[in-house]
């Protein structure tokens, strides 16, 4: 069983930048996974990367603008999101599954366990 708490979100203006936190309650070797649902739309994974290596996955939409990293001191990771725009507005999850990622899956909902309760995200125009 592992428990995630994401913390971070907020409202900014288009461009600006918000640091999401995903706090895990224990150790190990994960796929960590941030995913978000923007109103009336289905969830979308985002970015992930595994605990045990320095491997991260992202959707088309978020590279070069959001970056994924973990403290596994701290077993925290992190999504450092800049240059926001208004479609990236949501509610942002962290997910874990004990796995490496795979670039075929990482997206994918059915791929992970565990899941956080969300953050929210507003970016205005």
């Known amino acids: 069983q592992v428990l995630l708490v994401e913390s971070g979100g907020g409202s900014v203006q288009a461009g600006g930048s918000l640091r999401l936190s995903c706090a895990a309650s224990?150790?190990?070797?994960?796929?960590m996974g941030w995913f978000r649902q923007p109103p009336g739309k289905e969830r979308e994974g985002v970015a992930s990367i595994y605990t045990s290596s320095s491997s991260t996955y992202y959707a088309d939409s978020v590279k070069g603008r959001f970056t994924i990293s973990k403290d596994n001191a701290k077993n925290t990771v992190y999504l450092q999101m800049n240059s926001l725009k208004p479609e990236d507005s949501g509610m942002y999850y962290c997910?874990?599954?004990?796995?490496?990622?795979?670039?075929?899956?990482?997206?994918?909902?059915?791929?992970?366990?565990?899941w956080g309760q969300g953050t929210q995200v507003t970016v205005s125009s």
């Open positions: 997910a874990a599954e004990a796995n490496y990622c795979t670039t075929a899956y990482f997206r994918s909902e059915w791929f992970y366990t565990y």
């Open positions: 224990n150790d190990g070797s994960y796929c």
